[in-house]
Nanobody, 127 residues
């Protein structure tokens, strides 16, 4: 079993950049495909980005494509979400998620495809 802890959230202004980190403990992160999701107030949780085990393949929601970047450092058991050109629409609680170690060779964009979740990190963007 893997435990996930997000950090790096906070308050930003429109146009700013933030980097979220997700540190895994309990198991080696390289055996897990990872994803980022977010939930805005009053809305359902939605897919943001995903990355495969090696970091060689990524996927993004259309709403963040070109602005957000997901990458990982398996030597540090950490996955990152680099967010730029933030807008108030990006305000949400951001969650990292892990799938694996079995049947996890790709990238995944549905909540039901993930096995483990972090507690979430709040990102608030003001205009």
């Amino acid at each position: 079993q893997v435990q996930l802890v997000e950090s790096g959230g906070g308050l930003a202004q429109a146009g700013d950049s933030l980097r979220l980190s997700c540190v895994a403990s309990g198991r080696t992160l390289s055996t897990y495909a990872m994803g980022w999701f977010r939930q805005a107030p009053g809305k359902e949780r939605e897919f943001v980005a995903a990355i495969n085990k090696s970091g060689g393949s990524t996927a993004y929601a259309d709403s963040v494509k070109g602005r957000f970047s997901v990458f990982r450092d398996n030597t540090k058991n950490t996955v990152y979400l680099q967010m730029s050109s933030l807008t108030p629409v990006d305000t949400a609680v951001y969650y990292c998620a892990a799938r694996g170690p079995l049947y996890s060779s790709g990238t995944y964009n549905r909540e039901s495809e993930y096995d483990y979740w972090g507690q979430g990190a709040q990102v608030t963007v003001s205009s």
